[in-house]
């Protein structure tokens, strides 16, 4: 900073602060006091809103306690659910003028009386706005459950919304609605509900004429401090030319410094006085500059090589990347965690091989749009993917619709362990089949696919096939073929397992013996097992109950022997008993 300025800037602060400092403070009280009163006016209005809100939740909490302590909510408890609580629901969303919709849903999370009729008998996978349980006046145990489905709508028709000012809502600190975009300046003031604490009531005023007003005043304290200004700064400048002489010939070294770029030129000391001192630092000034664009030279050619690097890095980092969703996620760091070399190497692993497909793909590739079989499949295939990472599967590759996985390499936790994670995942492979089913069937497409799955456990060569130039790492051998034959020997939805396989599950999960097959290119046939878990299973039409070491299904039972319907009857009640 100059001398000169330094002298300007002195003398303008020492007349100008005060005067500025009095007209900042004369337009901050008015505006603060504007902004006082009108957010108090707007505060006790809010309040008024906010009470006639509270009642109006609190009314419908009232009516929703009454409505469970009904005599008709013993409907529930006896399973002799029909349409007076239905009725009942549709005649107080009436009376209340509700746009939303009230709920009964039983302990499994099932609607059984809904004002909305098209959801009956569905899940409730919605977020309540009031919950209210329902007991038995008998035994006073909770039968079910009454919610409501409240639409904010409600709320907002309580609201008292004028030209200056306007009501709305934000839900979960973040969530803006029926807000008013008109206005373009604005002041606010919120409460939170105490029914509904999730919800914060917000009164919104239009702040433009006050805005305007303010304006006018800013641009008019703008004009009287210019003019103040000017008229000090030529006071000032008439005092510090007078001050200035004795630094021109530093002045005009600095010009000449500047327009030809010369850090080495050197000022002339001829004072020993603070002008004299001035000089001496200005020189030492323009030499530690020199010394400074020397060494910025080299720290910018440096970061200039520095920056090519990292530039390089990221490109690799991001090429990995995407490499990386060509393999499968354990062969990948494997072979990035320097483990694995990618050379044509092989060796003999004892593996647990899974294969699965969908039945009939050829066939639903001819009536299916291609868009339509693209998003299916997609779905399908990443929803298997992430259910088999996440039990630690090595997936081989995908062949068409087609899956091929095995556990044991290039980690392993042991054999018994690999084959128990195989079949978890096929369990829970096929227990999300029916999850997206019910997706599809949302989406309008009325033939889903259907799976089938088989695995084996035995040995295999594992490693890299292939050439120099390409290589695929994957598994061949006699058990990879007995692992592809028992998939397709499966039926549509069924798991079916060799005996090795369920020799090393069977203390965990039940297995059937369900046939025996000769596969092809194999000389001894192989008996084939069904698995599921150990826990009771009841479908909606079949119980399967063990009698004489024979697994016999309802649709068998008229096939019985009287002493084989006797022992069926004794497990069944044990069963029920059990239940």
Known sequence: MSFKLKIILLILSVSLIPYIFIMIYMGNTFEKTYFTKTQQEMKTQLDITQQTIE???????????????????????????????????????????????????????????????????????????????????????????????????????LFNNSKERHYYIIRNKKEILFKNDSFTSKINVQKTLNTKPSIEIVLEQNQENFLTLLENYKRWFIIALVLGAIVIAFIALYFINRLIKPILMLSTATDEITNKQDYTYQVPVISNDEIGTLSKAFNKLITSMNNALVQLKIEAKNREELIEEKGKNEVLKELSTKLSRYLSPQIYQSIFEGKQDVTLTSKRKKLTIFFSDIVGFTETTDTMESEDLSELLNDYLDKMTIIALKHGATIDKYIGDSIMIFFGDPYTKGVQQDALACVNMALEMQDHMEILHQKWKEKGFTKPFQI?????????????????????YTIIGSSVNLASRIESAANPNEILISEETKLLVDDTFSCKQQKKILPKGFKRSVALYTVKTQTHNLSKHTIEVKTNSQWVTTDDINSLSLKEKTNLKKSLNTFLDAL
């Open 55 to 157: 009642q109006y939740l609190s009314t419908i909490q009232r009516d929703m306690l009454f409505m469970s302590t009904l005599d008709v909510m013993n409907d529930i408890y006896s399973q002799d659910v029909d349409r007076r609580i239905t009725h009942l629901l549709i005649n107080k969303k009436k009376d209340l003028k509700l746009d939303g919709n009230f709920f009964v849903i039983d302990n499994k999370n099932t609607i059984i009386a809904s004002s909305k009729k098209i959801s009956l008998l569905t899940k409730y996978n919605q977020t309540p706005f009031f919950t209210q349980e329902i007991y038995s006046t008998f035994d006073k145990t909770k039968i079910a459950t009454l919610v409501l489905d409240f639409s904010l709508q409600n709320i907002s028709n």
């Open 452 to 472: 089938r799955m088989g695995i084996h456990t035995g040995y295999c060569t594992v490693g890299n096939f292939g050439s120099q130039e390409r290589l695929e």
